[in-house]
């Protein structure tokens, strides 16, 4: 599985912008699958996260109601709508997979994602 991050840049506060990441893979609809977020010097943390069939997903707390997680599993894609964004948003941006457990339906910690993208930076000027 490989997966592409794209949708990454430079917006000011407040502003708005929609990541998305391409999947490889016949099986890409069973995933459940992720976005979190490392800004510098920081550690890796989660973003949110959706089931296969897009019906659940879950948020951290810093992001809720601003940040839309959602999946087309035709186009093999997940997105990431974020509004309201905020310079503390800031950070490069990583979608990841868990392809082991197929058609699961709960939060997982991040060493249960084996698929991870080359992450994409977003910058939120203040």
């Known amino acids: 599985v490989q997966l592409q991050a794209s949708g990454g840049g430079l917006v000011q506060a407040g502003g708005s912008l929609r990541l998305s990441c391409a999947a490889s893979g016949r099986t890409f609809s069973s995933y459940f699958l992720g976005w979190f977020r490392q800004a510098p010097g920081k550690e890796r943390e989660f973003v949110a996260a959706i089931n296969w069939s897009g019906g659940s997903t879950y948020d951290a707390d810093s992001v809720k109601g601003r940040f839309t997680i959602s999946r087309d599993n035709a186009k093999n894609t997940v997105y990431l709508q974020m509004n309201g964004l905020k310079p503390e948003d800031t950070a490069v941006y990583y979608c990841?997979?868990?392809?082991?457990?197929?058609?699961?339906?709960?939060?997982?910690?991040?060493?249960?994602?084996?698929?991870w993208g080359q992450g994409t930076q977003v910058t939120v000027s203040s």
């Open positions: 990841a997979a868990d392809s082991r457990r197929p058609y699961s339906d709960y939060d997982r910690p991040m060493y249960e994602y084996d698929y």
